[in-house]
């Protein structure tokens, strides 16, 4: 075993130390993913998905090539590790995987807008915060236009540093 001094990058996370906690980022996969898709030179946009964003499955043309649009959600399904703001438009780009539509593509390509400008944007661990845990949920009723269900999201924060989220669609029709 053999001490590699301390932690900096991992699987794709930039783990930054400060005296006062950690910074955890994904900045250089983005960056990378920015440039395997062309975005480099794209607009940026201030929210992952515009407002009241429903999708449904036979929303726009049909791709002729799912492969593209099934390898970028992957990609964001691993950016939300340290990034729960695109978690639910993440959520909603994830559940056309088998038959992607172009406006589920144009969806991809408003988050990879997003993205774009707030590549720095991450997790910080407080070393100084309290040890007070807090929780949110929210639902919406019957959100999903396809098969009525409501689409879940929570988060919990340990003092200042948020150490868990969800948003998932229920399992059952409300």
Not at 118 to 130: I, P
Not at 139 to 159: H, M
Request: charge should be neutral; glycine fraction near 6%.
């Amino acid at each position: 075993m053999k001490d590699l001094g301390p932690l900096s990058y991992f699987f794709g996370l930039e783990i930054t130390t400060f005296t006062d906690g950690y910074y955890l980022t994904q900045a250089k996969y983005i960056s990378d993913l920015l440039s395997k898709s062309s975005f480099t030179d794209s607009k940026i946009v201030d929210t992952p998905l515009e407002c009241n964003t429903r999708l449904n499955l036979h929303d726009g043309e049909s791709l002729r090539d799912g492969t593209l649009y099934r390898q970028l959600v992957g990609s964001l399904v691993y950016l939300t590790v340290t990034r729960p703001d695109i978690s639910h438009a993440v959520h909603i780009v994830s559940q056309f995987m088998n038959a992607p539509q172009s406006t589920h593509y144009a969806a991809i390509h408003c988050i990879l807008h997003y993205l774009k400008g707030t590549m720095f944007h991450g997790l910080h661990f407080s070393s100084q915060s309290s040890l007070i845990l807090r929780a949110y949920s929210d639902a919406d009723w019957a959100g999903d236009p396809t098969n009525r269900r409501s689409t879940t999201g929570y988060c919990f924060f340990l003092g200042d540093s948020l150490i868990s989220w969800c948003s998932k669609k229920q399992t059952a029709v409300a």
